[in-house]
């Protein structure tokens, strides 16, 4: 399986995860009377909306080069990313709307038994974000990794509610606005994971230098290649999934222009099948008899 594959099955993964959650926090909240939990529906449902706009982005993604996009279409990624940012920011304001309208007016105390919904909703997000960040890890997906970070988001937003409802039935109904005092944290909790989830893409659309470590494993696939003496100056820059370099690599400055030619090809073709990650190489030619 490709890695674009491995992608939409980790999409389609956080979409059913989300529209079951989604469900059964909504009608946990409205039966269990806790508006904390509804708070957590309303960020679930958000997620599954993020989650298909994920899909979309990768299958858009591993469109291959055209005319207009001869670099492909990867830059769909981030992009997506700031729209999941704003779908949560959208989120966190109207939970926190409500919030402060309800501390504002008596509530009715929570159901116990909604305690026992949310530890397993917290298992569960726990789970699908650990499978979701490795993944993310493993593809260099910056918009999987943003769907990851709304599972943890999610799974601490239900262990504010879990904490709330708790606290509410533990000291009665002097204490019954704890729940909607844990939604109120759950949307600035939310706030605070869209800045962490939106400077990583920001910076992937302003191709911001944080590859050290793919630099250096291509400048040691590069002298592996016979001919090449070293490599120099390496830009790359990320583009969805994959990586575009721009390789400066010197050769015996004797040669003639068609063995150098020879030499690039052969460095291209060696760096694009040792690392996967790569999409596109540019190589340029240095003579070894000279300052570059």
Same mark, same amino acid.
């Given at each position: 399986m490709d890695r674009y594959q491995k992608a939409k099955k980790t999409a389609s993964f956080s979409i059913v995860g989300n529209i079951l959650l989604a469900t059964a926090k909504l009608f946990a909240g409205i039966f269990g009377n806790s508006y904390a939990l509804i708070a957590d529906a309303i960020e679930s449902t958000t997620d599954i909306f993020s989650s298909i706009l994920v899909y979309w982005g990768i299958k858009y993604a591993e469109r291959p080069p055209d005319e207009n996009h001869p670099y492909g279409h990867g830059k769909i990624e981030p992009l997506v990313t700031f729209i999941v940012v704003g779908i949560l920011i959208t989120s966190a304001t109207i939970i926190a709307y409500q919030a402060i309208i309800n501390i504002q007016?008596? +509530?009715? #105390?929570?159901?116990?038994?909604? #305690?026992?919904? *949310?530890?397993?909703?917290? #298992?569960? @997000?726990?789970?699908? /974000? +650990?499978? &979701?960040?490795?993944?993310?890890?493993?593809? @260099?997906?910056?918009?999987?990794?943003a769907d990851a970070w709304h599972q943890r988001s999610d799974a601490i937003t239900s262990v504010a509610a879990f904490l709330g409802i708790s606290i509410a039935l533990l000291f009665g109904e002097a204490?019954?606005? !704890?729940d909607d005092w844990a939604a109120l944290f759950s949307a600035f909790f939310i706030l605070y994971n869209s800045y962490l989830i939106f400077r990583p893409a920001l910076g992937e659309i302003m191709d911001e230098h944080f590859h050290e470590e793919l630099q250096s494993l291509i400048h040691e696939k590069a002298n592996e290649v016979p001919g090449v003496?070293?490599?120099?100056?390496? /830009?790359?820059? @990320? !583009?969805? &999934?994959? /990586?575009?370099?721009? *390789?400066? !690599?010197r050769v015996d400055g004797s040669i003639t222009v068609e063995e150098g030619h020879t030499i690039a090809h052969a460095l291209q073709d060696h760096l694009l099948q040792e690392i996967t990650e790569l999409k596109y190489v540019l190589i340029h030619i240095e003579p070894g008899n000279k300052e570059g």
């Open positions: 007016s008596p +509530q009715e #105390l929570p159901e116990s038994w909604t #305690l026992g919904v *949310l530890l397993v909703i917290i #298992l569960w @997000k726990e789970i699908a /974000y +650990q499978i &979701m960040k490795r993944r993310s890890e493993e593809l @260099k997906s910056t918009s999987i990794k204490f019954a606005v !704890a003496i070293n490599t120099e100056k390496c /830009y790359v820059r @990320k !583009a969805g &999934m994959d /990586y575009q370099v721009d *390789l400066h !690599a």
